[in-house]
T-cell receptor, first 112, second 113 residues
């Protein structure tokens, strides 16, 4: 049972434009949400997170938005750069310090 | 470099065999998590250890087992291997406390032939 869903397997964006990656979750107990970035042959690397008490968190070019009523979060990358091309995983957890539930990932391609 | 070390990086073995994957967490991290990533799948949570004790179990098969040792390194044992067990196995670690991200190793690619 997939509790975290990323319904877009892939996304292509031009350099300089905004990339928007979406994620939906079904478990209302989730209270901490994260985005990870993964390059081929490497482990996922942490990108940005948000707690359920917030609806927005920003870190440089990356912003995560959380809509708890819709059980939806999104990652905005502005401006997108070719080096951002990677697979992005959305993850969520309930009860701090417990395991993360991951989506299947969205492959982002940023073209020059 | 995340600070999480996994060995070996690649492993090829035959069906029916048993293998052990090893993980050394970041210094100071008490939690260790194991994840499996099969083709076209997300990361499936297998099991979590916290300071030597099992804390949570996910979709881990009975043929698989894990442990965390006093020095906090962890091992994932996979036995009676089947072709479908071929996957990337990731270990992650995190510090104690709330709202903390997990740091992942580079993974072990297991191929069962």
């Amino acid at each position: 049972d997939q509790q975290v869903k990323q319904n877009s397997p892939s996304l292509s964006v031009q350099e300089g434009r905004i990339s928007i990656l979406n994620c939906d979750y079904t478990n209302s107990m989730f209270d901490y949400f994260l985005w990870y970035k993964k390059y081929p042959a490497e482990g996922p690397t942490f990108l940005i997170s948000i707690s359920s008490i917030k609806d927005k968190n920003e870190d440089g070019r990356f912003t995560v938005f959380l809509n708890k009523s819709a059980k939806h979060l999104s990652l905005h990358i502005v401006p997108s750069q070719p080096g951002d091309s990677a697979v992005y995983f959305c993850a969520a957890s309930a009860n701090s310090g417990y395991a993360l539930n991951f989506g299947k990932g969205t492959s982002l391609l940023v073209t020059p | 470099d995340s600070g999480v070390t996994q060995t070996p990086k690649h492993l090829i073995t035959a069906t029916g065999q048993r293998v052990t994957l090893r993980c050394s967490p970041r210094s100071g991290d008490l939690s260790v998590y194991w994840y499996q990533q099969s083709l076209d799948q997300g990361l499936q949570f297998l099991i979590q250890y916290y300071n030597g004790e099992e804390r949570a179990k996910g979709n881990i098969l009975e043929r698989f087992s894990a442990q965390q040792f006093p020095d906090l390194h962890s091992e994932l044992n996979l036995s009676s291997l089947e072709l479908g067990d071929s996957a990337l196995y990731f270990c992650a670690s995190s510090v104690p406390g709330s709202d903390t991200e997990a740091f992942f190793g580079q993974g072990t690619r297991l191929t069962v032939v």
